[in-house]
């Protein structure tokens, strides 16, 4: 038999001329796209922000650098400082984008930390890139919230009633060891001996430090139900004023609004602005946030998002709406919800507005064997009548059909094909910027599967 010839393979040979970055990845790549796209923002307040007055010390990293670095961690699951400084050493693409640079972990930690806040507005440049390429139309958008895993565990989480019961038993605890600390230092060095009752005042500055830290959580946790005490007051107050106007009398409530935190309220000491919220995919309760997404029907690319710890979605309807009117100057012309966003607030909203929306009130939504009752409505129907009515039509139910398959899908990227399942930062303004930076991020995947 011939002995065959293999391709020439020589792990020493030296390269004569140098060789091309833009070489080392095909032109479809995602790097190349992501490149190209950070290139044409506008990072001149990123790039002011390590302004000196005389310019000295040392040059930092090039932030347009560091962002195509970063974003490109986040869009294809990497989302560890250290995994990412280490890509930039393994990874080809990786060292692509930071032009054989080898930033440390605790450079891309500052980085992002630096810029945070930014991320809102390069979410909003991303959308509006998006909408110029026309890959964003707003024919419908479809609206949902996922609960995302926050940097703390609910085990590190104590109700109010527990937390006063523990300053209680702590008080008479510290006041022991004081005693006994007491008696130790009047006691005859003889029967002491060599023993300097150094044990005492260590078990004294751990509960005391206990203590410390549960008063501080109780004091955040009444300050938090005086604030929303205050808030219903003021609601209250608005809509007297508004009834009186309209000639009707004001709205009698049976309770006040109670400022004392109920026994059962929590407070998380690792990460005070999480709270404890019902993951819908696992139905059990995680310490965490609420992410919102609005995504477009066309190509599912994300036009509006925040983040905030409120466990229920009712409340962040007309908000996100009012974001997707912010970042792209126009509006919806059909809006999709589930269940979640029900409220006759909203739908009131939503008609003023003059929005066509679709947003279930119940599972009948779901169901094609409820026929839609014919005639009109009822003298006196509220708005939730009408919006369950419109759902029944077979207009409403083609058109409620869409939702799941337009944004469910969205987050089933973030957290199954991304594995961004927890966040990283602790804080509610720290991980709203670390939500807009991972739905760019995800934004820019899908254009790039686009273009």
Same mark, same amino acid.
């Given at each position: 038999?011939?002995?065959?010839k293999?391709?020439?393979?020589?792990? #020493?040979?030296?390269?004569?001329?140098?060789?091309?970055?833009?070489?080392?990845?095909?032109e479809?790549?995602?790097?190349?796209?992501?490149?190209?796209?950070?290139?044409?923002?506008?990072?001149?307040?990123?790039?002011?922000? /390590?302004?000196?007055?005389?310019?000295?010390?040392?040059?930092?990293?090039?932030?347009?650098?560091?962002?195509?670095?970063?974003?490109?961690? /986040?869009?294809?699951?990497?989302?560890?400082?250290?995994?990412?400084a280490?890509?930039?050493?393994?990874?080809?693409?990786?060292?692509?984008?930071?032009?054989?640079?080898?930033?440390?972990?605790?450079?891309?930690?500052?980085?992002?930390?630096?810029?945070?806040?930014?991320?809102?507005?390069?979410? +909003?440049?991303?959308?509006?890139?998006?909408?110029?390429?026309?890959?964003?139309?707003?024919?419908?958008?479809?609206?949902?919230?996922?609960?995302?895993?926050?940097?703390?565990?609910?085990?590190?989480?104590?109700?109010?009633?527990?937390?006063?019961?523990?300053?209680?038993?702590?008080?008479?605890e510290?006041?022991?060891?004081?005693?006994?600390?007491?008696?130790?230092?009047?006691?005859?060095?003889?029967e002491? &001996?060599?023993?300097?009752?150094?044990?005492? =005042?260590?078990?004294?500055?751990?509960?005391?430090?206990r203590?410390?830290?549960?008063?501080?959580?109780?004091?955040?946790?009444?300050?938090? +139900?005086?604030?929303?005490a205050?808030?219903?007051? %003021?609601?209250?107050?608005?809509?007297?004023?508004?009834?009186?106007?309209?000639?009707?009398?004001?709205?009698?409530?049976?309770?006040?609004?109670?400022?004392?935190?109920?026994?059962?309220?929590? %407070?998380?000491?690792?990460?005070?602005?999480?709270?404890?919220?019902?993951?819908?995919?696992?139905?059990?309760?995680?310490?965490?946030?609420?992410?919102?997404?609005?995504?477009?029907?066309?190509?599912?690319?994300?036009?509006?998002?925040?983040?905030?710890? @409120?466990?229920?979605?009712?409340?962040?309807?007309? =908000?996100?709406?009012?974001?997707?009117?912010?970042?792209?100057?126009?509006?919806?012309?059909?809006?999709?919800?589930?269940?979640?966003?029900?409220?006759?607030?909203?739908?009131?909203?939503? %008609?003023?507005?003059?929005t066509?929306?679709?947003?279930?009130?119940?599972?009948?939504?779901?169901? =094609?064997?409820?026929?839609?009752?014919? &005639?009109?409505?009822?003298?006196?129907?509220?708005?939730?009548?009408?919006?369950?009515?419109?759902?029944?039509?077979?207009?409403?139910?083609?058109? /409620?059909?869409?939702?799941? @398959?337009?944004v469910?899908?969205?987050?089933?990227?973030?957290?199954?094909?991304?594995?961004?399942?927890?966040?990283?930062?602790? #804080?509610?303004?720290?991980?709203?910027?670390?939500?807009?930076?991972?739905?760019?991020?995800?934004?820019l995947?899908?254009?790039?599967?686009?273009?």
């Open positions: 038999m011939g002995e065959r293999f391709i020439a393979y020589d792990p #020493g040979q030296d390269l004569l001329l140098p060789p091309s970055l833009q070489d080392w990845l095909p479809s790549h995602l790097a190349h796209f992501i490149s190209d796209t950070v290139e044409s923002f506008d990072l001149s307040d990123w790039e002011a922000d /390590y302004d000196t007055k005389t310019g000295s010390g040392a040059p930092p990293f090039a932030p347009r650098m560091m962002l195509k670095v970063l974003i490109y961690g /986040y869009a294809t699951g990497v989302f560890s400082s250290r995994k990412v280490a890509k930039c050493v393994e990874d080809v693409a990786f060292r692509y984008l930071s032009a054989q640079l080898t930033p440390d972990f605790r450079s891309f930690q500052k980085f992002r930390k630096r810029h945070l806040a930014r991320f809102a507005d390069l979410f +909003v440049q991303v959308v509006q890139l998006a909408q110029e390429t026309g890959l964003v139309k707003l024919g419908c958008i479809a609206i949902d919230g996922s609960k995302m895993k926050a940097n703390a565990s609910k085990h590190k989480s104590m109700s109010y009633r527990r937390m006063c019961q523990e300053i209680e038993k702590l008080e008479g510290i006041s022991e060891i004081i005693g006994r600390a007491q008696a130790a230092d009047d006691a005859e060095d003889a002491l &001996g060599d023993y300097n009752g150094y044990s005492l =005042p260590d078990a004294l500055s751990r509960r005391e430090q203590l410390k830290t549960i008063q501080a959580a109780k004091a955040r946790l009444e300050e938090r +139900v005086r604030q929303r205050k808030a219903e007051e %003021e609601r209250r107050e608005a809509q007297a004023k508004e009834r009186v106007e309209k000639g009707e009398k004001p709205k009698r409530y049976r309770k006040q609004p109670d400022s004392t935190p109920k026994a059962k309220e929590q %407070e998380n000491f690792t990460d005070p602005d999480s709270r404890i919220v019902r993951d819908g995919a696992t139905k059990g309760f995680i310490q965490g946030y609420n992410g919102q997404a609005a995504v477009d029907d066309k190509t599912q690319i994300i036009v509006a998002a925040d983040l905030n710890n @409120h466990a229920s979605d009712s409340n962040e309807l007309l =908000p996100i709406l009012d974001q997707v009117q912010a970042n792209t100057g126009a509006s919806p012309k059909t809006v999709l919800a589930d269940a979640g966003y029900k409220s006759e607030v909203n739908f009131e909203a939503l %008609e003023e507005r003059e066509e929306a679709y947003i279930a009130c119940g599972r009948e939504a779901y169901d =094609p064997r409820i026929s839609c009752p014919h &005639g009109p409505l009822p003298q006196g129907a509220s708005h939730t009548d009408r919006m369950e009515r419109r759902l029944k039509t077979k207009k409403g139910r083609e058109k /409620y059909r869409k939702r799941k @398959h337009i469910e899908p969205v987050f089933g990227w973030i957290k199954n094909v991304l594995g961004f399942r927890q966040v990283s930062l602790r #804080g509610e303004a720290n991980v709203r910027g670390e939500w807009n930076l991972i739905c760019l991020s995800l934004n995947r899908r254009m790039a599967a686009r273009t």
